[in-house]
């Protein structure tokens, strides 16, 4: 059964360590797979109302839709897991769409998944105003798959944008998140400098040091 979701740390993006580093929601929703790379990865996306609390950290979702979307997941918790599932699902559909898009190969097929759940989708919603971080689309709070709704959005957004062109993923291993890379020259090889880029400047550093010590 979901908890009730409530305002304290919805907003606390420091419960998705290094996870809003896209420069688009649907890449940040793909970056919800911690060490994809590793044997062992860390999956934050593994429960409804975990899908919710990601959605209203990400602003993708005002609060007032997340709790009727939980008063809705404790009525209905067998369709709120489907939708976790689903959630999951999507998630590895698009990093696959991404990740192929970055490396340049032929992406018709997979984007047929896309086209086909985009058709699904109701009209683009209103904005509404949030006091925290700015707008959010304003979802009617009816329907367990909504939170899924502006991930899709991000995702239609980007691909017909320029920005497609500056996708890359973090060089870290095994991090492996996805971003928009923004940097002039297109160097950007970390999700993050202060997490992934300071852990591999650690780590040359200190192999650097035993290679010395071994000469």
């Not at 709704?149 to 497609?164: E, F, G, Q, R």
Request: aromatic fraction near 8%; proline fraction near 5%.
């Amino acid at each position: 059964m979901s908890p009730k979701i409530s305002r304290i740390g919805l907003f606390d993006r420091a419960r998705w360590p290094d996870a809003f580093v896209g420069g688009a929601l649907c890449l940040d929703f793909c970056n919800t797979v911690e060490s994809r790379g590793a044997g062992r990865f860390v999956d934050r996306l593994l429960s409804y109302t975990a899908l919710l609390r990601w959605s209203v950290a990400a602003n993708s979702a005002a609060l007032n839709t997340a709790q009727k979307l939980s008063a809705l997941a404790r009525r209905q918790p067998a369709a709120a897991d489907h939708v976790a599932a689903e959630a999951g699902r999507m998630r590895e559909e698009l990093y696959r769409l991404f990740s192929t898009i970055e490396a340049r190969d032929d992406s018709s097929v997979l984007v047929r998944s896309v086209n086909a759940r985009l058709a699904e989708l109701p009209a683009l919603p209103s904005l509404k105003c949030s006091r925290t971080h700015g707008f959010a689309y304003a979802l009617p709070g009816r329907k367990l798959s909504e939170p899924l709704w502006p991930v899709l959005w991000s995702t239609a957004a980007l691909l017909t944008s320029s920005d497609i062109d500056r996708l890359g993923h973090c060089h870290a291993p095994p991090c492996r998140y996805l971003f928009v890379d923004f940097s002039r020259n297109g160097s950007r090889r970390w999700c993050s400098s202060a997490s992934c880029g300071n852990r591999q400047r650690v780590r040359r550093a200190y192999l650097l040091v035993r290679s010395r010590a071994g000469t």
